[in-house]
């Protein structure tokens, strides 16, 4: 087991275009997890899977944003015309539910960049 | 939900010398807390987590931390600075959500290692 990968690991695109991102989470992993990293501060919570349903999205996550997990293994987060505010460090987590709390781990991240 | 406050985004010590790196959280009710590490254009890696087990709390790389109630603290020490360890510091809580275990992450701290 590999871990927990993303891919791309750089996307420059232009204002207005739509980017995907993939994740794969490590194998048996039941819950996955999206955060975005700005410059200088910490992980901030998108959105999270357990399975394939989407049980919690934070208010960070605009209309613009979409994640799915179809089968509940890979997932994909979509943004739709794109902004400069959009550029971030985008990390998924996966993690394997357990009684109290779980740990969540990460992906190198998808580092986006938006002109 | 818990808040997480790291003081000092950048801490500088010397090769050989003590690593505090600290960190506090905001709840009446102590919540799981991590600390991650992050290298340049890495995702995060997970050092140690207290999950209430322990106070005192012993993790990769010779780190550990210790859980103080009385303080709301769980700083982050290390006896003797490597090199190596030169990145960025996250602290995290878990959000004790009812559908998940988002992390709730400080802005970080930037450790310097001086030869």
């Known amino acids: 087991d590999t871990g927990v990968s993303q891919d791309p690991r750089h996307k420059i695109t232009k204002r207005g275009q739509n980017v995907t991102f993939r994740c794969d989470p490590i194998?048996?992993?039941?819950?996955l997890y999206w955060y975005r990293q700005t410059l200088g501060q910490g992980p901030e919570f998108l959105t999270y899977?357990?399975?394939?349903?989407?049980?919690?999205k934070s208010r960070l996550l605009s209309d613009r944003f979409s994640a799915e997990r179809p089968k509940g293994s890979f997932s994909t987060l979509e943004i739709q015309r794109t902004e400069q505010g959009d550029s971030a460090m985008y990390l998924c987590?996966?993690?394997?539910?357990?009684?109290?709390?779980?740990?969540?781990?990460f992906g190198p991240g998808t580092r986006l960049t938006v002109l | 939900a818990q808040s997480v406050t790291q003081l000092g985004s950048h801490v500088s010590v010397s090769e050989g010398a003590l690593v505090l790196l600290r960190c506090n959280y905001s709840?009446?009710?102590?919540?799981?807390l991590f600390w991650y590490v992050q290298y340049p254009n890495q995702g995060l890696q997970l050092l140690l987590k207290?999950?209430?087990?322990?106070?005192l709390v012993k993790g990769i790389n010779g780190f550990e931390a210790e859980f103080k109630k009385s303080e709301t603290s769980f700083h982050l020490t290390k006896p003797s600075a490597h090199m190596s360890d030169a990145a960025e510091y996250f602290c995290?809580?878990?959000?004790?959500?009812?559908?998940?275990?988002?992390?709730?992450f400080g802005k970080g701290t930037s450790l310097l290692v001086t030869p």
């Open positions: 987590a996966s993690s394997l539910a357990s009684s109290g709390t779980d740990t969540q781990y």
């Open positions: 194998s048996e992993h039941n819950r």
């Open positions: 899977f357990q399975n394939e349903a989407q049980l919690e």
């Open positions: 709840s009446s009710v102590p919540p799981y």
């Open positions: 207290y999950t209430s087990a322990a106070t």
């Open positions: 995290a809580a878990d959000t004790n959500s009812n559908s998940g275990y988002a992390l709730n």
